[in-house]
């Protein structure tokens, strides 16, 4: 295989899999969608109202120090009600995991596309990273000395934060990934994930100091919607890095 046909090839397995996330978050959106407006039995009309007064109890302002408490007297009343928050939980926890994946699969990209680079111009690896004598008579041949040197820099970006990536292939290959026209976007959608996986959800200092975001909301909220709108980016920014850094590699070989 070329090298070049590497760095073709490492764009087009990230598009077909973002694309696959993107289609799976609009598909499943209309899954929950029919599930949620769909209750398990049907309500007499006794029952519509009552389940119509207690959804009107919880959009009544919140008074500090005040419980409230809802008797439900239908048991189709309340088989429906947890079949709407168990709808609406499954919803939520199918848009978060969605989107875990998605980053994940841009920090393989990323990752993936930095070696496949450092392959086609090897000269690159001069200044990175280091291997001892002993180490390097462990390879059998020059080429797989430098796929290893390819690799051990490679997989040390997938330890960076989003923000050291874009400093570490400025500094190395001279191109800003800042200048993304969506960077911005692109930055909130990483940092969000990693609110999901390290801190459920729950927004933090470094989420407030990365993103600029100055709401009193406590917890990210990620819907379908957004998972598909994040898929969208994401598609554009590989596309910007694939243009910027293949049209950089080829001008230094």
Request: proline share 3%; no cysteine.
């Amino acid at each position: 295989m070329k090298h070049s046909d590497s760095l073709h090839d490492v764009l087009k397995a990230a598009r077909s899999d973002i694309r696959l996330i993107r289609d799976l978050a609009r598909e499943g959106d209309g899954f929950f969608e029919n599930k949620t407006n769909t209750p398990p039995t049907a309500l007499s009309t006794t029952e519509v109202a009552e389940l119509r007064s207690i959804g009107e109890i919880f959009q009544e302002p919140k008074k500090i120090g005040v419980k409230r408490t809802v008797r439900i007297e239908s048991k189709n009343v309340a088989d429906t009600m947890l079949h709407f928050a168990g709808s609406i939980k499954q919803r939520t926890f199918f848009s978060e995991m969605a989107l875990v994946y998605l980053v994940s699969r841009l920090e393989a990209f990323l990752k993936d596309y930095l070696q496949a680079m450092l392959l086609q111009d090897p000269r690159r690896l001069r200044s990175s990273t280091q291997l001892t004598y002993e180490e390097a008579l462990r390879y059998p041949s020059m080429p797989a000395l430098r796929r290893a040197l390819a690799e051990r820099e490679a997989e040390a970006l997938g330890y960076k934060s989003i923000d050291e990536v874009e400093k570490a292939l400025h500094k190395k290959f001279d191109v800003r990934l800042s200048n993304f026209p969506s960077w911005q976007s692109t930055r909130e959608i990483v940092y969000r994930r990693n609110l999901l996986v390290h801190n459920r959800g729950v927004i933090n200092d470094i989420y407030r100091s990365a993103t600029g975001f100055r709401g009193k909301m406590k917890h990210v909220d990620t819907d379908m919607t957004y998972v598909q709108a994040a898929s969208t980016t994401i598609l554009e920014f590989i596309d910007f890095v694939g243009a910027n850094l293949g049209n950089e590699s080829k001008h230094t070989t």
